[in-house]
Structures are given as structure tokens and as C-alpha cells.
């Protein structure tokens, strides 16, 4: 089993940035890949990044791409979004998760004001 911690929501203007933590425990993520995803109020969770084992392959969703970058530190167990030029579409709970989606993190809030 693997416990998922996010952090790292908040408030921000648009065009400013945060960046989201997200920590394991239970057992090493390193063997994992992992993921973010967000849902905003009304709408379908959405796939925002994605990040191998070693981080030698990312993906990222088209409305994202070239302002967040996705990271890890295995030996943190810990996986990062940063998060530039934010939009007020971009507000939402996000969510981390390992393994394609078995596990998943509480999730954090992400507002942004226009």
C-alpha cells in the first residue's frame, strides 16, 4: 500500500505560480509511475502530467503544456508540479496519484484569482 500526502495548494493572481508536493509513505514510490490530476468544481476528473519511474519520460496534457513541469525525487519519495503562468481555467483539487490510479492522494486546492 501506498499513502499519498499532497501539499503546496493555495491562492494565487493569474500568471503567478505554485508548485505541489506530493509524498509517499508505506512503501518507496520509486517503482512507481505517477501522476496529477485535477477536477474543478461541476466537471470530470482530468489527466494533467504524468511521470515515469526514473523521470526520463513525462506527458503532459495539451491545456498545460509549457507552463507546468512535473519532477521527482525518489529518494524523497516525493513528486512535484510546478506550476507557471497560471489561469483562472486551471483552478481545481488536485490530486496525485501512483500506479496508474490504484492509489490516490486527498488531494489539494488550487485557486486562482483574474
Do not use: H
Not at 495548494?9 to 496529477?36: E, K, P
Not at 496534457?61 to 507557471?84: C, E, H, P
Amino acid at each position: 500500500q501506498v499513502q499519498l500526502v499532497e501539499s503546496g495548494g493555495g491562492l494565487v493572481q493569474a500568471g503567478g505560480s505554485l508548485r505541489l508536493s506530493c509524498v509517499g509513505s508505506g512503501r518507496t514510490i520509486s517503482g512507481y509511475n505517477m501522476g496529477w490530476s485535477r477536477q474543478a468544481p461541476g466537471k470530470e476528473r482530468e489527466f494533467v502530467a504524468a511521470i515515469s519511474w526514473y523521470g526520463e519520460n513525462k506527458s503532459y496534457a495539451d491545456s498545460v503544456k509549457g507552463r507546468f513541469t512535473i519532477s521527482r525525487d525518489n529518494a524523497k519519495n516525493t513528486v512535484y508540479l510546478q506550476m507557471n503562468s497560471l489561469k483562472p481555467e486551471d483552478a481545481a483539487v488536485y490530486y496525485c496519484n501512483a500506479a496508474g490510479g490504484t492509489y490516490w492522494g486527498q488531494g489539494t486546492q488550487v485557486t486562482v484569482s483574474s
